[in-house]
């Protein structure tokens, strides 16, 4: 899992559309203590055989926005896709945003697979 770890914060942080929006605000699962909007967190769903000499993974990529930033989030959910869309070995599977009551923040996610 962290080869795959590795290589998603890599590609992530070569992509200006990423960075210039969340800067370097990237964590696995979970956001470290204190941290302000916007940050990204990603998640290894699931690593799977793909053949003998490779694996592949499903990854939830979750982007926060703070309270009224409805727009800023679908729209960088919309670059997102754009930007995975653009590597030969992901593929977008799915995207959404959604309100967090309790952090009272929206959350824009995706959903690929790394072939």
Do not use: C, H
């Not at 499903?58 to 930007?83: C, H, R, W």
Request: aromatic share 14%; hydrophobic share 45%.
């Amino acid at each position: 899992m962290i080869k795959i770890s590795e290589e998603i914060v890599s590609f992530l942080e070569l992509q200006s559309g990423f960075t210039d929006i969340m800067g370097y605000a990237l964590y696995p699962i979970a956001v470290v203590e204190g941290q302000g909007f916007p940050f990204t967190t990603y998640r290894i769903v699931e690593e799977v055989p793909m053949s003998k000499d490779a694996k592949g993974a499903t990854v939830q990529l979750s982007f926060y926005f703070g309270p009224n930033e409805y727009k800023k989030a679908a729209s960088f959910v919309d670059v997102m896709q754009e930007i995975i869309e653009t590597k030969s070995n992901y593929e977008w599977e799915s995207k959404t945003v959604d309100f967090l009551e309790d952090a009272f923040s929206f959350v824009g996610i995706i959903n690929l697979k790394i072939n």
